[in-house]
Nanobody, 129 residues
Framework: VQLQASGGGLVQAGGSLRLSCAAS????????MGWFRQAPEKEREFVAA????????YLSDSVKGRFTISRDNAKNTVYLQMNSLKPEDTAVYYC???????????????????????WGQGTQVTVSS
C-alpha cells in the first residue's frame, strides 16, 4: 500500500486548505483512514479519522469545528478540509491507513498511532499570522 498526501502549502491565518491522500496497492474501502500532524520539536498527534464506511468520523478537540474529514472510496482518496486555520496548525500532516479492515473502532482506537499500518510521506502546512 502506498499513500500519497498532497495539498499542503502556505496560507494566512483564517484561510483554508484541503489535503488529499490517495491510496494505491490495497483495498482502500475496507480500512479506516486517519490524519496526524507533527510540528517542529513536537510529537506526532492525532487530527482526524474516518471509518471504512465513512459513517463515523473523529476529530481532535483542537480542530473540531474547523476541520472535516471525508473519503471517496471510488477514488481511493481521503480528504482533510481545513478552515479557519491558525498558526498553531503549522505542521507536517500525515495520512495513515488503519490496521484492521471493516473495523469501526472509536476515538481512542483511531487516535492511537499504533492502530495504523501504512503511512504517507507527509505534506507541509504553514499558517502565517
Amino acid at each position: 500500500v502506498q499513500l500519497q498526501a498532497s495539498g499542503g502549502g502556505l496560507v494566512q491565518a483564517g484561510g483554508s486548505l484541503r489535503l488529499s491522500c490517495a491510496a494505491s496497492g490495497g483495498t482502500f474501502s475496507s480500512y479506516g483512514m486517519g490524519w496526524f500532524r507533527q510540528a517542529p520539536e513536537k510529537e506526532r498527534e492525532f487530527v482526524a479519522a474516518v471509518t471504512w464506511s465513512g459513517k463515523n468520523k473523529y476529530l481532535s478537540d483542537s480542530v473540531k469545528g474547523r476541520f472535516t474529514i471525508s473519503r471517496d472510496n471510488a477514488k481511493n482518496t481521503v480528504y482533510l478540509q481545513m478552515n479557519s486555520l491558525k498558526p498553531e496548525d503549522t505542521a507536517v500532516y500525515y495520512c495513515a491507513q488503519g490496521a484492521r479492515d471493516y473495523f469501526s473502532g472509536d476515538y481512542y482506537y483511531f487516535g492511537d498511532m499504533g492502530s495504523y499500518t501504512y503511512w504517507g510521506q507527509g505534506t507541509q502546512v504553514t499558517v502565517s499570522s
